[in-house]
Structure formats: C-alpha cells, structure tokens
C-alpha cells in the first residue's frame, strides 16, 4: 500500500482506471451542448482532474475555452450553510453552454449555487461534469450530467483532493487508512 506523510494511503481508483473514464466522460460532454463552450473548475479540488478531462475533450474534438471560479462553504453543523465566491471568473457567460467541472459532489451546495449563479448572468446551459458523487451525502436535488464514478462514503484524497491542505499530488484516488509501521 503506498505511504505518503507517514499515512497508509489505500487506492480506491487508480490513474489508469481514471484517465480512461475521462476519454467516455469527454465523449458523452461532446453529445451535449458545446456551442461556444466555455469550462470552468470549481477550484481547489478539481484541479487535476479539470486539467485532464479538458485535454481527453480536445482528444475528442471538442475546443472549449477554459476558466476558474474557487468557491468556499462557510457554517457548519446546524448553522445553515451557504457558499461564497472566493475568485470569480473573468469571461462573459451570457449566452454560452457552460460546463462546471468539480472534483466531487456532495451535499451540492456549491455546485448549486455555481449553476444557479451562471444562470443568473444569463448562461444558455449549464452542465456539471465531477469525478465523484456521493449520492448518500446529498442536501439538495442537485444532479451532475457527467459522473466519474459513483463514490462510495469515504474521506477520498488525492488526484487534487485535499485533508488540511495535504495529498493533492497523488496520480490516484485513495483513502487515507492509518499510520504505516
Ligand atoms: P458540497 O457538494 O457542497 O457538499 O461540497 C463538495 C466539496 O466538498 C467538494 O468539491 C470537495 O472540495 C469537498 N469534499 C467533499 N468530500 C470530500 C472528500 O471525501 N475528500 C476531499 N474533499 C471533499
Ligand atoms: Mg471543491
């Protein structure tokens, strides 16, 4: 099992099981709406996976452009939660099919409020492409058009997933299980 920090990290997908799924995941965005098509990653977590899944988009003819929003939860607990924008995008959606691109959905709060916001600014379409959704975690009626992989109720970390700022460099998916002899 690889160690990383001083942590058993077990793989849960690897980076082969991964860039193969990104070529069938750009294949289905490719049968939907991509006039104009403008991608944009829910930053931080996506970042590896934004990057991969838009070059498997150009292995499939597609030619979006690309932007970064990064968004943040703020409350906890009871406290109702909400999202606020950290760093916005630069580009004019109006008009435009757009493709939200997030490393994974949970309770869908963020990813509910990034499609209701690109709408607000007069977005023709908005589309949510992630790696992971778990579905069992969900507070809202939020559905992504492109899933990855249906994720089982773990803590995942790497391929840009984070726990406290760490192991995001990992090529793969795991969980974090322990301390290594
Ligand atoms: P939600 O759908 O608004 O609840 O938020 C999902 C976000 O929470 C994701 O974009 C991740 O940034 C983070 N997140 C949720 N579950 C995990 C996990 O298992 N590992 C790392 N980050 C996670
Ligand atoms: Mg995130």
């Known amino acids: 099992m690889p160690v990383v920090r001083g942590k058993n990290i077990e793989p849960l997908y690897s980076a082969e099981t991964i860039a193969a799924r990104n070529i069938e995941l750009a ?43 990064t968004l943040s939860s703020y409350g906890t607990g009871t406290v109702s939660q909400g999202v606020r924008i950290i760093k916005d995008i630069d580009s004019d959606v109006h008009g435009r099919d757009v493709l939200l691109i997030d490393d994974i959905l949970e309770s869908g709060r963020t990813l509910l ?29 939020l559905h992504a058009d492109y899933v990855g992989f249906e994720c089982p109720d773990y803590f995942v970390v790497g391929y840009g997933m984070d726990v406290a700022y760490a192991f995001r460099e990992l090529p793969f998916v795991g969980i974090v299980t322990g301390d290594a002899e």
Not at 54 to 68: K, N, Q, Y
């Open 113 to 141: 409020f990034a499609k209701e916001l690109m709408y607000e600014r007069g977005a023709k379409s908005v589309s949510i492409a992630v790696l992971l959704d778990k579905t069992v975690k969900r507070q809202t009626d």
């Open 27 to 69: 294949r289905q965005i490719g049968e939907g709406p991509t006039n104009d098509l403008l991608v944009i990653a829910v930053l931080k977590g996506s970042f590896i996976f934004a990057a991969d899944l838009i070059r498997a988009m150009h292995a499939v003819g597609l030619a979006p452009e690309v932007e970064f929003i």
